[in-house]
């Protein structure tokens, strides 16, 4: 009696708190779950919660509970707040990852299977585009050569779909799709000679070995007998064959997502997913989080009516108990510059007389070349700002050049260094080349560096190719004897000076400008080598340097950004799943919001939902601007106002340029006109 009623108080003590459909969604078992949650209504708590209870008062082993998500970020904070819930005991062998971490978590365990070395290399998309590149430049049955680029979406985008080589053939519909198809069968012969894996292979690859093996996804099931998904509406349709295929016959499955947040078909996140579920799923059951705890009902009411034009299998309306909150104000402008001025006008005023800090703000806009005016602006008027979603230093690709060639001077092993800076600047390496190395150093089971100097190597290519790779390799070996000699900023300088770097990026960036700017990042880069190595600190040699780099460029993508006060400056897709409690959304005009690459099909459906998100993304206060004129190429062009305006309820808005009378105002003003007009005539 004792140890139910301590049950039943724990469970009393991590209800609190939760409305009745919240907890709803946290006490059902028996049957898969889709928790259809609007913007601000308490999702990741649901899902949280739900872990708890499944562990203290469902009796589910924590190490048979898997939830996952998209982004480092969440996942991290997922895990965080799920930690706070449980003991030590209780969360051992809980997993919370994000979908590519959990498919390399399976390729990893089956890696015989695949048939893949346990070193295998994660290629980023400029290694692959640059492999794609090369590959278009030796396929001699394509009549244009196919950018690397160009294909590399292609073929992400056929992955993303669950489609295969063969399959790719079939269903091209272009020029340009046939081209990638015959790219893609090499593509993916050359990887496997490499070793190597792409993004999208971590969600494809588990996929397949669950299909082509049943005991092998027999055994995943048997681990994974709750599935938890957050932002589902993000998933492609890889991601959704990995959730069908490990949820099984038991149905163990909770999903939590909006299909009014869908914001990123561009990289193939299908929002039907959410209505695939209920035909996969004929016992689904689905509850709604409609209650809303971040915005005032003005906003949301705006929100609603907006996303209302949208088609809905299921319809849902988020509601507010926040109170009225001001009306939205809608600021037409002369020019982009006047634009300026008005959002810097209002947030100083909001700042002085309201006493808001610069972080309460946040400036949302469709497209990056945006922020660049409000940037000048913001500095002319000593306000800090910060842009999220920017370019990371180690993003650029001559920062990754240099830290590829300091990581294969420390490490002769590191294949992935040494597959992006062997033929960078070009050294006549041809793909053929490259590709037999791949298979030879897989059959001896060495680095690709070890392999190009042996003789069984030798063999196999032209007295040409194994000239060439040799000066390669007898370089990079003078380097790693220089390392021991010299200070490690001389060897990052010979190897700019060696290879002729900065003439290479002269010729291969876009404009002078480019260039010197891609310069000025790399002699940055030395310059922070110097000073790492001059403090000390155990950071004295390129190798503790490296390792410090990494570190760093790590914290720099997991991390969450330190608090500071300062304005922040984002895309609206960058904005998803942040809330301000001052919100200027920017530039909202035809051509823009919505964008004019998006005009056509499903298009405008998507970008109506951006717009849903960015106002959603306010607490309190919404501004929404647009300039009539705007300047483009040199040519200055007449702009309108976004259709999206006109979908919003006009009795929550406040135009600057309009004056709104009321029908009391309009009655007061017709009587005191009659009584006038009377007045004369009496006269």
């Known amino acids: ?122 290629f980023d998309a400029q290694d692959t585009g640059t492999i794609l590149k090369e590959l278009s430049h030796k396929e001699v049955e394509l009549d244009e050569q196919e950018t690397g680029e160009e294909a590399r979406w292609i073929i992400s985008r056929w992955k993303n779909d669950f489609v295969t080589p063969e399959k790719a053939f079939e269903i091209a519909t272009n020029a340009e799709e046939i081209r990638a198809a015959k790219l893609y069968k090499r593509y993916q012969r050359q990887m496997k000679a490499y070793n190597a894996l792409d993004f999208d292979d971590l969600i494809m690859m588990p996929v397949m070995l669950f299909k082509q093996h049943p005991e ?33 016959i038991d149905g163990g499955l909770t999903v939590v997502g909006d299909d009014d947040q869908s914001i990123y078909a561009w990289r193939g996140a299908k929002p039907e997913n959410i209505n695939q579920l209920q035909v996969d799923y004929p016992n689904l059951k689905v509850v709604k ?51 300026c001025e008005q959002v810097i006008s209002q947030m100083m005023k909001i700042h002085f007389k309201e006493h808001a800090k610069w972080q309460d703000f946040a400036i949302l806009y469709r497209s990056n070349h945006q922020s660049r005016l409000f940037e000048r602006y913001l500095r002319q008027n000593h306000m800090p700002y910060k842009i999220t979603g920017g370019t990371s230093f180690f993003d650029r690709a001559e920062i990754k050049d240099i830290l590829a060639y300091m990581r294969l001077i420390i490490n002769p092993d590191d294949d992935a260094a040494f597959l992006r800076i062997v033929n960078t600047p070009k050294r006549s390496i041809g793909v053929a080349t490259l590709e037999k190395l791949g298979r030879y150093a897989n059959e001896r089971h060495v680095s690709l560096l070890t392999a190009s ?55 291969s960036s876009q404009s002078p400008k480019a260039a010197d700017m891609r310069i000025s990042n790399i002699m940055e880069l030395v310059e922070w080598v110097r000073t790492l190595h001059d403090d000390g600190d155990g950071k004295e040699d390129l190798a503790d340097i490296v390792s410090h780099m990494s570190l760093v460029d790590m914290l720099e993508r997991n991390e969450e950004e330190e608090e500071d006060d300062s304005v922040t400056l984002m895309t ?37 939902r951006l717009t849903y998100v960015g106002i959603t993304r306010a607490k309190q206060r919404l501004f929404i601007s647009y300039a009539k004129s705007r300047n483009r190429f040199g040519e200055k062009l007449s702009c309108e106002p976004s259709r999206f305006l006109e979908e919003l309820p006009t009795e929550h808005l406040e135009w600057e340029d309009r004056i709104i009378v009321s029908e009391e105002d309009r009655q007061a003003t017709a009587s005191a006109y009659l009584s006038e007009l009377q007045d004369l005539l009496s006269d």
């Not at 048997?222 to 064959?241: I, P």
């Not at 929100?303 to 809608?330: C, D, F, M, T, Y």
């Not at 194994?466 to 300088?493: A, K, N």
């Open 1 to 122: 009696m004792c140890l139910l009623f301590s049950q039943l108080a724990m469970s009393d003590n991590f209800m609190h708190g939760l409305n009745p459909q919240q907890q709803e969604a946290v006490e059902h078992m028996g049957s898969p779950l889709l928790v259809l949650a609007g913007a601000g209504s308490g999702k990741t708590r649901v899902i949280t919660t739900k872990v708890q209870w499944l562990i203290q008062d469902a009796g589910v082993q924590p190490y048979q509970i898997t939830a996952i998500t998209f982004t480092n970020k969440a996942a991290k904070e997922m895990k965080s707040r799920v930690m706070s819930l449980l003991s030590k005991d209780e969360s051992r062998g809980l997993t919370v990852a994000t979908f590519h971490t959990l498919g390399l978590k399976i390729i990893r365990q089956e890696i015989k299977t695949l048939k893949f070395k346990p070193g295998f290399t994660i």
């Open 216 to 248: 092998i996804l027999e055994k995943w099931q048997n681990r994974v007998r709750h599935l938890l998904v957050d932002e589902y509406q993000d998933t492609n349709t890889c991601q959704y064959e990995m959730v069908k295929m490990l949820t099984g």
């Open 289 to 339: 989080l409609e209650q809303n705890y971040r915005s005032t009902d003005r906003i949301l009411k705006s929100a609603n009516q907006l996303i209302s034009h949208n088609p809905h299998l299921i319809e849902k309306q988020l509601w507010s108990a926040l109170g009225k909150g001001e009306k939205i104000r809608v600021m037409p402008c002369r020019t982009v510059e006047h634009e």
């Open 453 to 507: 100097t042996e003789m069984g190597f030798k063999n196999k290519v032209s007295s040409r190719a194994w000239q060439r790779m040799g000066y390669f390799s007898d370089w990079i070996g003078d380097l790693t004897r220089q390392v021991i000699e010299h200070p490690p900023q001389q060897t990052v300088m010979r190897i700019i000076t060696d290879t002729s770097y900065e003439d290479w990026l002269r010729n």
């Open 572 to 608: 609206f897709h960058s904005a998803k799943g942040l809330e301000f409690p001052y919100v200027f959304m920017i530039g909202v005009e035809e051509d823009l919001l919505p964008h004019q690459n998006s005009l056509e099909g499903d298009g405008i459906e998507e970008e109506r």
